[in-house]
């Protein structure tokens, strides 16, 4: 894990299990880890800085993690 501030990056980085999650830009990054199953269920950035938040979510990312998340939760 680590993360650096605007004025040299706005770098972020969130990795389980050797892979980066995050989606290093400016403002919140989140990654949703299931302890439980061992996944990651989502990555979401929210840009406060802005007058009007940024977020910041790739659809069909989410829904692949989320679709690996129930097959694997799913008996």
Known sequence: MGSA?????????????????????RGLNFVVY???????IDSVSFDTSLTTMKVTRNGATTESLLRAYEKKMCF
């Open 5 to 25: 501030g605007w004025n040299v990056g706005a770098y972020c980085k969130l990795s389980v299990n050797g892979r980066d999650y995050a989606w290093s830009v």
């Open 34 to 40: 299931d302890p439980e199953s061992k996944l990651v």
